[in-house]
T-cell receptor, first 111, second 117 residues
Framework: SQQGEEDPQALSIQEGENATMNCSYK?????LQWYRQNSGRGLVHLIL?????REKHSGRLRVTLDTSKKSSSLLITASRAADTASYFC???????????FGTGTRLTVIP | DVKVTQSSRYLVKRTGEKVFLECVQD?????MFWYRQDPGLGLRLIYF???????EKGDIPEGYSVSREKKERFSLILESASTNQTSMYLC????????????????FGAGSRLTVL
């Protein structure tokens, strides 16, 4: 399966701290995406990084991609209580159109 | 504001009932997807469609069927609901069609939580 795996499964931090989540996957990819899900809701796209990119920024988000290790990380800087959610990585396999999702990291930011 | 709308947020059905989950998108997207989400298992792809009247099986199609008669609408059908189909169902759409290079970014609906008793 192409499904990614996030690590850790759950993370609890204080407001203002940085949060780092990791994603590993198994086969070659076209791109890797990160999504956020608030409790009981649908997923919202955060950021996409292509296989030929190594780092990407969007506001307080920083994503890195290491294709040699088949891994990615999502860093949220200066976390806020509103960042409390589950975060999923999703990979698009080379030559395919479908996204394969990991099992997610549940982030809790304590005010 | 672009949207993917799922017709029901919460449904409760009996074992053996036929269940329809409807999804409509207003973004003129070619691709539409149905996922189910279960604790500890993440999102698993049930079926997807690249175009009207086209459908392809995902990872877990057993017990499900789909219908895409119009570009904006993608329906998930449980012919005879079973308790193991109790889950959160998520519909999503994206641009691209079959020939897309893979840069698909999904727009999700709010989800339909189905309980089968």
């Amino acid at each position: 399966s192409q499904q990614g795996e996030e690590d850790p499964q759950a993370l609890s931090i204080q407001e203002g701290e940085n949060a780092t989540m990791n994603c590993s996957y198994k086969t070659s990819i076209n791109n890797l995406q990160w999504y956020r899900q608030n409790s009981g809701r649908g997923l919202v796209h955060l950021i996409l990084i292509r296989s030929n990119e190594r780092e990407k920024h969007s506001g307080r988000l920083r994503v890195t991609l290491d294709t040699s290790k088949k891994s990615s990380s999502l860093l949220i800087t200066a976390s806020r209580a509103a960042d409390t959610a589950s975060y999923f990585c999703a990979t698009v396999q080379t030559g395919a159109n479908n996204l394969f999702f990991g099992t997610g990291t549940r982030l809790t930011v304590i005010p | 504001d672009v949207k993917v709308t799922q017709s029901s947020r919460y449904l409760v059905k009996r074992t053996g009932e036929k269940v329809f989950l409807e999804c409509v998108q207003d973004m003129d997207h070619e691709n539409m997807f149905w996922y189910r989400q279960d604790p500890g298992l993440g999102l698993r792809l049930i079926y997807f469609s690249y175009d009207v009247k086209m459908k392809e099986k995902g990872d877990i199609p057993e017990g499900y069927s789909v219908s895409r008669e119009k570009k904006e609408r993608f329906s998930l059908i449980l012919e005879s609901a079973s308790t193991n189909q109790t889950s959160m169902y998520l519909c999503a759409s994206s641009f691209g069609g079959r020939a897309a290079s893979g840069a698909n970014v999904l727009t999700f609906g709010a989800g339909s939580r189905l309980t089968v008793l």
